[in-house]
């Protein structure tokens, strides 16, 4: 019988099984070396669900919890397993998935096409449910049927999104995943069975309840409070029922209505941002003692165009800001703190002078005129730079993401201080079952930006993300609740355009590195809508400006 041969460099060690063999006896060996259970493999840079027949060898990699994979993966199988606990619960319930918060995933239930608002007690059904099929550890299955096929079996199962999703699919199969009787469609992968889904809560929020995970580094599972976070994302989701838009499926049917459609609906998404701007703006100014307005966020939230346009329209109102780049407080190179690997840690708030610049802004609202260094980023260290004074309608206006962290301003009374949190909250789901993340609209965005306009390659952006979400998680995300406001920068039209430039990036990516199984999800994700191709009519002040290029306002 045929032989593939697979190495691990966990243990250095070269194993042959029998070609069509899956990995589940082999990540029982390996289990040994996880904090975790192991969710799935990759094999030569390519995931592999455990119970799928092998065809090829290669250099192997399990995969568990504190893998973003993993993570993936665990979050899909607990929206699986909570979806097949709500029919065994009630046949006409359905799941659907809205949006994350924190360590959570928030849903709701659906019956007959109404909201179900749960009760404590259904609640707390459901969650004994699903201890119950983690417990008996049911396998997880895999089939691929032909298009018409899966629409009968979705049809069934009641998941009718799901039915018209595949209506502008190229490919003629589609593959279902089933367990205990229940089937559904993920665009991603599931684990092997229910009984590597152990830990997790249930926990009731607003008109449904959070699918919340352990968090990869405690492995504890904690409370969701985020009344801020999960306000913004109802009110986009309330915007987008106006529009009648709730999943790609809807976006792509007016795609393919024509570019007099698609031209309207920009206007409207961009109106939206403006008035938001404006809204923002003119509470500002209704607060008499506001001096300094603080604006942060993760990468590529389009921060830098959103504080344009907010001086704009606090201009209209008659206030002038004055921009202060945190960059110029950077400490001198050699005094940089490092990371754990012994790197700079360019994001820690210890990487600013931080006593300086609050003696800077001390002095600034009291009156004075101060000297603002300058960084010469070339010679690691501050350089003289150029004196600036407050007059009686100037407004200090600081952007980077330490802005919500009250240490950064502490010399600065709190009222004083009006603090902003811009991120790209998206709620455009692809089904009732599978999400396209705000991480991943932002990934995409930096992909684009940072081909065009720093000349890296799709596969170096990649690299690097990992660095980039931990400086977010420790030094933005635990700071989000702190902002007076949220915006959404997030634009309904957007991932159709930048499938246009970020497609023939990430095929590029090459199929040898680590980051290859990354690029096959995006480009799989970007699979599902159609493009719009009519980018000329993306507004030179719009927020996607900033990615693609030709913004009207000058970086």
């Known amino acids: 019988m045929e032989k593939i041969v697979l190495f691990s460099k966990l243990d250095g060690r070269s194993v042959s099984l029998r070609k069509g063999e899956n990995l589940l006896r082999l990540a029982e ?6 904090k975790y259970k192991i969710l799935a493999a990759k094999v030569k840079n390519k995931i592999v669900e455990l119970f799928k027949p092998l065809d090829r060898g290669g250099e192997l990699r399990f995969i568990d919890l504190t893998d973003p994979d993993g993570l993936r993966i665990y979050q899909r ?4 397993l909570a979806s097949c606990a709500l029919r065994k619960l009630n046949p006409n319930w359905r799941l659907k998935v809205l949006h994350s918060l924190g360590e959570g995933i928030y849903c709701e239930i659906f019956e007959n096409e109404s909201l179900h608002v749960p009760s404590k007690e259904e609640i707390e059904k459901l969650e004994e449910t699903m201890r119950g099929l983690v417990k008996k550890d049911l396998p997880i299955e895999k089939k691929t049927f032909y298009k018409d096929e899966a629409r009968k079996i979705l049809s069934q199962e009641g998941l009718q999104k799901t039915v018209e999703l595949f209506k502008y699919r190229k490919k003629r199969t589609v593959k279902l995943y089933h367990c205990d009787g229940f089937w559904a469609y993920f665009y991603g992968y599931l684990p092997p069975s229910t009984g590597r889904l152990e830990v997790f809560s249930v926990q009731p929020y607003s008109h449904g309840f959070v699918l919340v995970h352990p968090d990869p580094r405690t492995g504890e599972v904690p409370k969701i409070e985020m009344p801020k976070l999960s306000k913004v994302f109802l009110e986009y989701a309330r915007w987008l029922d106006v529009l009648e838009i709730e999943y790609v499926s809807d976006l792509n049917n007016i795609i393919t209505q024509g570019e007099r459609k698609v031209a309207e609906l920009m206007l409207l998404a961009e109106a ?3 008035k938001k701007i ?9 607060r008499k003692g506001v001096r300094l307005i603080l604006i942060a966020g993760p990468s590529s939230s389009g921060k830098t165009t959103f504080a344009k346009r907010l001086s704009i329209q606090l201009k209209i109102n008659g206030l002038e800001p004055v921009a202060i780049s945190l960059d110029d407080y950077f400490v001198d190179r050699e005094k940089t703190p490092r990371d754990e690997e012994g790197n700079y840690d360019f994001d820690s708030i210890d990487a600013l002078d931080v006593a300086l610049f609050n003696q800077h802004l001390k002095e600034l609202l009291e009156g004075k005129e101060v000297e603002i260094p300058k960084f010469n980023f070339k010679l690691g260290k501050r350089v003289k730079g150029k004196p600036v004074k407050l007059g009686k309608n100037n407004v200090l206006l600081v952007e980077g993401i330490h802005g919500l962290n009250e240490r950064l301003t502490e010399a600065v009374p709190r009222d004083q201080k009006y603090k902003i949190y811009v991120s790209a909250l998206t709620h455009l789901n692809i089904d009732d079952h599978n999400r396209f993340s705000t991480t991943d609209t932002r990934l995409i965005r930096r992909i684009v930006r940072d081909h065009k306009f720093r000349g890296y390659s799709a596969w170096e952006t990649l690299k690097n993300w990992p ?3 931990k400086g977010e998680e420790r030094y933005i995300f635990p700071y989000q609740e702190e902002a007076d406001v949220m915006f959404n920068s997030a634009l309904i039209y957007e991932i159709p355009i930048l499938k246009i430039f970020a497609e023939s990036l990430l ?3 090459p199929e040898d590195s680590q980051e290859y199984s990354e690029a096959l999800r995006l480009l799989k994700l970007l699979d599902f809508f159609l493009p ?3 980018v000329e009519d993306v507004p030179d002040k719009s927020i996607l400006r900033e ?9």
């Open 272 to 274: 939206l941002h403006e």
């Open 77 to 80: 199988g607990l929206i699986f």
């Open 467 to 469: 660095n980039v979400r």
């Open 532 to 534: 719009i191709t009519n």
């Open 29 to 34: 060996e390996y289990q040994r070396y996880f």
């Open 278 to 286: 404006a809204d923002i703006a003119d509470e500002i100014s209704s």
């Open 507 to 509: 095929i590029q990516v």
């Open 547 to 555: 990615f693609i290029g030709r913004s009207v306002f000058k970086y």
